[in-house]
């Protein structure tokens, strides 16, 4: 199964391990959400805590407990049950370099945006509370702990992996947009359903908050994997969830609403950069 063609119109082929694939990858993740939710992090995690204090907070534990995620439902499910590959799975060396630049850029714009506002309103810029407590190197180990671990995860997963697999196996009994569709709604709604045990067992949501967090884990799933079909580089959404999750503000601000703003435009941007695109493929901008 190979993602590397993602914006093309003719589905995927379909995988040979088929609907067995899926629901195995799925049972690896569901497993290794609950442990890791339900278990580990119940456990209060001295070990990892001991870890953190001892590298000064450049190793945080979602970092430690993703990287188990990693190897179980990645390495040992999708590498060595499924024998996809990195390619496979979108990720390519060539798209490390522009994926880096985009990430740098959009984090700088999101600095630059919050030190504007807050000349505008008249505030003195200041360094954000977390560069002193707890520390510069606990803020970048956060910040890693989601590009190398659970942002990571999840783009592999949910997005490169889940969403083609069913888009090629919807393919076989529907037409190919529809395929899309019924793919990249059920993949997300997964996405959303995944998030339960860290919901439930670790910030304790429940009721309309819970629901509220449903819909909204639906939608950014959905935003993310529309950038990747648009960007075709699945490392730059691994940059751009991280950020989302930990927008590693340098100035005190309100980072994840600017970096909400600014994806909805770079969303924006996109579509009209590829509607564009195809215009000028057909013929129809400047053919008279």
């Known amino acids: 199964m190979d993602t590397s063609r993602f914006d093309s ?11 067995w694939g899926v629901l195995i990858a799925l049972a ?10 339900a278990v580990l992090f119940q456990s209060g995690m001295p070990s ?17 407990a993703n990287a188990g995620v990693l190897c179980v439902v990645v390495g040992f499910g999708l590498f060595f049950l499924l024998r996809l590959d990195l390619r496979g799975l979108s990720i390519r060396g060539r798209d490390v370099r522009p994926a880096a630049v985009g990430i740098l850029l959009f984090w700088l714009t999101i600095q630059l945006i919050v030190v504007a506002a807050r000349l505008r309103a008249g505030l003195e810029i200041a360094l954000a509370e977390e560069l002193r407590d707890p520390g510069i ?11 190398f671990g659970n942002a990571l995860v999840e783009e592999i997963f949910f997005r490169s992996f889940l969403f083609t697999a069913l888009w090629a196996l919807f393919s076989r009994s529907t037409t190919p947009r529809r395929a899309i569709w019924q793919a990249a709604l059920l993949s997300q709604a997964l996405f ?24 909204r884990l639906f939608g950014m799933g959905l935003l993310f994997l529309a950038c990747w079909r648009m960007s075709g580089n699945l490392l730059f959404v691994v940059g751009l969830h991280s950020l989302g999750n930990r927008p590693t503000m340098v100035v005190e601000g309100p980072g994840k609403p600017v970096w909400l703003g600014l994806f909805v435009t770079l969303m924006v941007g996109l579509g009209a950069w590829r509607w564009w695109k195809r215009r000028v493929g057909r013929g129809v901008v400047g053919g008279g």
């Open 28 to 37: 690896l993740q569901i497993a290794s959400s609950f442990t890791v939710n």
């Open 48 to 64: 990892m805590r001991r870890l953190y204090h001892l590298t000064g907070g450049w190793i945080v534990p979602n970092l430690v």
């Open 9 to 19: 119109r003719p589905a995927p082929p379909v995988p040979r391990w088929g609907w």
């Open 137 to 147: 190197p606990a803020v970048i180990g956060e910040f890693l702990g989601q590009l």
């Open 192 to 215: 959303a359903l995944m998030h339960l045990p860290n919901r439930v067992f670790v910030k304790d949501v429940g009721g309309m908050d819970l629901v509220v967090d449903q819909v």
